[in-house]
């Protein structure tokens, strides 16, 4: 969905040669309706869209239960990074500027496609094993005898994601963890790739990455207090990691996040706010706690 026919005209060239199935729309009004009617996997979105701008239409997906899980990356000619800030509020999975390169284009919309469908396996998985044994918070015991190791694994791990949020200044160790939870290091590793489709170390520093973002909206901290309390070792280390992820340094994000629009109140923060790029994690089998990078 882009304002520019020559770039409309590249973009489709470059996704049908990788044999993506691609449809358009030339404002903001018929974006929307295709997104409702298409339920398109992802969407790629210009800020410059004629009537509804792109950042409008992406609030309005994200606001729409149909369409607010679909992962939309913006597209724009321009390098700006208060657009590209805002875009990132509003719920935009990736960002591109143009002109698009081919191959950054096909990796950005591949890892988009990638990971939306780890999540909606995850929440099939999730919805399958509450039908089949109940809602996973009720103790193991009352499932049947012959469910009760599937349901047991699921919520071991549960557990065990919950024990990271719940420390995360100072994870134990996955061997710690396994023990913690009751199981081993190799069944807690493969647990967590099949059920959460992330290492147990992408998930601490996803993890710290958003806490962090939540204490800069929602606090007065310093930046080296909050930058202890969700883990790092010192300000240079939240700093680097925050930049790395929202391009942005922890106080210029904290400024920008704070400050309402002219004339407008500050709108509630939101949880989401996507990575520019996925970053590959190591191997959760050799994991141990994170202290200089998110």
């Not at 390169?101 to 469908?117: D, K, M, P």
């Not at 699921?154 to 061997?175: G, H, I, K, W």
């Not at 967590?192 to 520093?205: E, I, K, M």
């Not at 300000?235 to 004339?263: C, E, F, I, N």
Request: with cysteine; aromatic share 4%; hydrophobic share 40%.
């Amino acid at each position: 969905m882009d304002d520019e026919p020559d770039g409309v005209e590249l973009v489709i060239a470059h996704l049908r040669d990788y044999d993506f199935a691609v449809s358009t729309a030339v404002n903001g009004a018929d974006a929307l309706a295709a997104a409702h009617e298409q339920r398109p996997d992802l969407i790629l979105l210009d800020i410059s869209l004629p009537g509804l701008d792109g950042p409008e239409v992406l609030r309005r997906l994200k606001q729409a239960p149909a369409t607010e899980r679909i992962p939309v990356v913006m597209l724009t000619g321009h390098r700006d990074t208060e657009r590209k800030v805002r875009c990132f509020e509003l719920g935009a999975a990736d960002y591109l500027v143009k002109p698009v390169v081919e191959a950054e284009l096909h990796a950005r919309v591949t890892v988009q496609l990638h990971q939306s469908r780890l999540r909606q396996a995850l929440s099939a998985k999730l919805r399958s094993y509450e039908q089949r044994f109940g809602p996973l918070d009720e103790p193991v015991a009352l499932a049947p005898c012959g469910e009760t190791g599937a349901r047991a694994d699921v919520a071991l791990l549960l557990r065990a994601r919950q024990l990271l949020r719940e420390r995360l200044a100072d994870p134990p160790s996955l061997t710690e963890l396994a023990r913690l939870v009751g199981t081993n290091q190799p069944r807690l590793s493969k647990g967590f790739r099949t059920l959460f489709g992330t290492t147990v170390y992408g998930f601490v520093r996803e993890s710290r990455l958003q806490r962090a973002r939540e204490l800069l909206v929602e606090t007065q901290l310093p930046i080296k207090s909050i930058a202890l309390e969700v883990g790092y070792r010192g300000t240079s280390d939240l700093t680097r990691a925050v930049k790395d992820h929202w391009g942005l340094t922890p106080t210029a994000l904290r400024q920008r996040l704070q400050a309402p629009p002219a004339g407008e109140q500050a709108p509630p923060a939101r949880e989401q706010a996507a990575p520019a790029a996925s970053k590959s994690a190591p191997s959760a089998d050799d994991w141990s706690p994170p202290t200089s990078h998110a």
